[in-house]
């Protein structure tokens, strides 16, 4: 799944490509991807765009006429073209959502891998419109996000700090991977509760999520679409490394794995060398 670094170098990519440019077409292949009708996704036609933010996971596409805002959930992703191609796409028939074009000839495919379709696209007068917008916590290089806003969002919490880091109404914009890889960076494990943290494993957490994010953004800055999910892959110390070895200790990284996804930790940093139950065989001896 993209997650903020990914997210933000999308924007940066594409807001140095469509800002000034207008939208020629805006072709939607799955309509279930379309999650609103008002204003219909036709006002989009010769609008200008005038501008490319982030919100949390969201793209943010503003224009003279309304915003396209689109979330790429668990598998989906854009695909940029120099030259757009010309083909005619079948509903049903493709992994592409979203065809938008562009006055330059340019223009952009929203795809989604996988049968669990989750892929977002709204079309808004106000990103506020938008639910999952709406409900966002802070972003967690925000400026004003100083570590006692974070102590406050933690503060008297009975929630596993792999979940909470996790909760886009708490903070936007970290997922599955880049919380393992924070945990990891703070040897903390992901079982821990946010109430019982101490001030220093506060300190700890805190600087953990805003190196490992910082240095995240650097590394995706500047890389076009094609390029930033290999460049996430290897920046992970332990997140889909399973098997593998700990870039800090040497123990073997471990998964917990559970309906739809799985975490990675390592019990020497994390866990004091103590391997985590798997959830799958728990279900199996109930």
């Known amino acids: 799944m993209p997650e903020m670094p990914e997210v933000q170098g999308l924007v940066d990519f594409l807001d140095g490509r469509v800002t000034g440019t207008a939208i020629t077409r805006a072709t939607v292949a799955a309509i279930a991807a ?9 006002a989009l036609h010769g609008a200008s765009i005038t501008g490319v933010t982030r919100h949390g996971k969201f793209v943010d596409i503003a224009t003279d006429a309304a915003h396209l805002v689109f979330h790429l959930a668990k598998a989906g992703w854009l695909r940029w073209y120099d030259a757009l191609p010309s083909t005619v796409i079948k509903p049903g028939r493709t992994p592409i959502a979203l065809r938008v074009a562009l006055s330059d000839d340019s223009g952009f495919d929203l795809t989604e891998a996988g049968t669990k379709k989750s892929l ?7 990103p ?5 917008i709406a409900r966002l916590g802070p972003d967690p290089l925000d400026e004003g996000f100083a570590r006692e806003a974070f102590a406050t969002l933690l503060a008297g919490k009975r929630t596993q700090i792999k979940g909470l880091l996790r909760d886009q109404a708490v903070i936007a914009g970290i997922g599955n991977a880049y919380s393992d890889e924070i945990l990891h960076v703070a040897r903390m494990s992901p079982y821990a509760l946010a109430a019982n943290l101490t001030d220093a494993d506060i300190d700890t957490l805190y600087a953990a999520m805003t190196t490992t994010l910082a240095e995240a953004l650097a590394e995706a800055s500047g ?14 110390r332990v997140h889909g490394r399973r098997g593998q070895t700990c870039p800090v200790c040497g123990d073997t990284v471990r998964s917990v794995f559970f309906a739809d996804n799985s975490l990675e930790y390592c019990p020497t940093c994390q866990t ?12 199996l001896l109930k």
Not at 128 to 132: F, H, I, L, R, T
Request: hydrophobic fraction near 35%.
């Open 272 to 283: 004091g060398g103590k391997a985590l139950a798997d959830r799958r065989l728990s279900r």
């Open 120 to 126: 977002a696209v709204y079309v808004v007068r106000d």
């Open 223 to 236: 890389k076009p679409p094609a390029d930033l999910k290999d460049a996430k892959r290897r920046g992970m």
């Open 128 to 132: 506020a419109d938008v639910p999952g």
């Open 34 to 42: 379309l999650k609103t009708y008002d204003p219909p996704i036709d």
